[in-house]
């Protein structure tokens, strides 16, 4: 486990889930074209989920902008036009050790 890490408790749908929360991480959305964006952040990993998830926090950090949740449709706040429309999965995201 890594210096700083807390282990916590969610209370879920599906009832209690372990969770760990580690501080002074730095996350990056990655896109080909566009200037990486490094965002401090901290970072919290599920023993149940297999994919990450960001808080509307972080995605506001980004300047995402969701254009169709169905579709996992989205782009950069300030793109114009269809051809700047991304899909769910065109981005990654890093998290960056500080």
Do not use: C, H, N
Request: avoid cysteine.
């Amino acid at each position: 486990m890594l210096d700083g890490t807390i282990v916590e408790t969610y209370k879920t749908a599906a009832g209690l889930m372990k969770a760990y929360r580690v501080g002074g991480a730095s996350t990056a959305l990655l896109i080909e074209g566009v200037e990486a964006r490094v965002v401090g952040t901290y970072v919290v990993v599920s023993e149940y989920a297999d994919e990450p998830l960001m808080s509307d926090q972080l995605v506001s950090e980004f300047g995402i902008v969701v254009e169709g949740p169905a579709k996992g449709l989205w782009r950069l706040k300030g793109e114009i036009g269809d051809k700047k429309q991304r899909k769910i999965g065109f981005g990654k995201v890093m998290l960056l050790r500080k």
